[in-house]
């Protein structure tokens, strides 16, 4: 039985199967219809398999807590949508907004009056009809109003105050609005302690996954990563390892290890399940050809060897290790030979009948 697989390739004492035959040559359909791979050395790797999740990057996470107590007006945004830096997400009419627009208002009137009675004193002085003391305090008078003014409009600025008693709640990142816990009509106290937003940036997404105890050993940072998830089971996300949290939790006797992952196609969701395959490489090295290459029939592992149409042999090789698409090789190759990866199974049926 012939198969396109390989298990254990280590049967001895058997013949290696025939050469070539005299006379062999591909014909020009099968020349074009077949692929070629070097033989080439490259450091073992083994892969190793872990579960987790894909997690937002909590360096781009921002939880949005109202600044004043109020009715809320307006809610512009839902779960999931994606916002812009700056972008109004709700309204709230609140009575806090008319006091701090009153703070200002009362201190750009003092320091006026600050500044016209160091005018007057100095006028006076001038007259001889007070003293320099006089003028200081005046001076001392106008700083006051003027700190007490710079600070107001400070406190303006931080609640972003515009005419009226409306205050706009603000993103303040650009990303997906990954949590919501504001409706219209609701009132919210002055005094709240949760967040009414969360705001996600999702260019960048971790994928945080578990490491038992008994495989703790086998990671460390730096290790490639190829992340796959159920909504894309086809496509691999490569990154690398770039954090190990030393703490296991009690609950799940794991621990647990971050890879940062380009996400500008938005198709890494936070809290989706995720498989992590990492690799790590030994200081040995090994021939490789591509797993696909490899023939098994028979208990034994064959591959095509390809140096022209008319030079076409079946090679028995005695394979090392499979690690996913790549099968090293201990025997039987030569590196920099060529080996057939597509349609090789026509070739070997043809040289063994």
């Not at 894909?54 to 779960?79: C, R």
Request: aromatic letters at 6%; a neutral charge; hydrophobic letters at 35%.
């Amino acid at each position: 039985m012939i198969v396109l697989s390989v298990l254990s390739c280590t049967k001895k004492g058997e013949e290696a199967k025939p050469q070539a035959k005299k006379g062999f040559e591909l014909s020009n359909i099968m020349l074009n219809s077949i692929d070629l791979a070097k033989v080439e050395k490259k450091y073992i790797e083994d892969d190793y398999n872990f579960y987790g999740k894909i997690s937002a990057d909590k360096n781009s996470y921002i939880d949005v807590y109202p600044l004043v107590g109020g009715n809320v007006l307006s809610v512009n945004v839902e779960l999931g949508d994606y916002v812009k830096k700056g972008q109004v997400l709700a309204t709230i009419r609140s009575t806090e907004m008319a006091e701090i627009q009153k703070d200002v208002s009362d201190a750009r009137t003092d320091m006026v009056v600050a500044q016209n009675n160091l005018r007057v004193a100095k006028e006076m002085y001038e007259g001889k009809l007070n003293t320099e003391r006089d003028v200081l305090e005046a001076k001392s008078q106008l700083q006051k109003a003027q700190d007490q003014l710079q600070r107001a409009n400070a406190v303006s600025t931080v609640y972003n105050v515009k005419k009226g008693n409306i205050y706009s709640v603000v993103a303040p990142i650009s990303g997906y609005i990954v949590q919501k816990n504001i409706n219209k009509d609701m009132q919210l106290r002055s005094d709240r302690s949760d967040n009414i937003f969360d705001v996600a940036n999702t260019t960048n997404v971790w994928a945080i996954m578990n490491v038992n105890e008994s495989d703790i050993d086998k990671i460390s940072l730096g290790m490639k990563a190829q992340v796959s998830t159920l909504s894309y089971p086809d496509k691999v996300f490569d990154g690398k390892i770039d954090k190990i949290f030393k703490i296991i939790d009690p609950e799940t006797n794991a621990m647990q290890a971050r890879v940062v992952l380009d996400n500008q196609s938005g198709l890494l969701i936070p809290e989706s399940k995720a498989t992590i395959k990492v690799t790590s490489s030994e200081n040995t090295t090994a021939l490789t050809v591509p797993s696909k290459a490899v023939i098994f029939d028979d208990n034994r592992c064959f591959v095509i060897i390809y140096k022209s149409r008319t030079d076409v042999k079946v090679r028995e090789i005695k394979v090392l290790k499979q690690v996913g698409d790549v099968t090293y090789v201990s025997e039987g190759l030569s590196e920099g030979e060529q080996v057939v990866t597509n349609n090789q199974l026509l070739i070997y049926r043809s040289l063994n009948s």
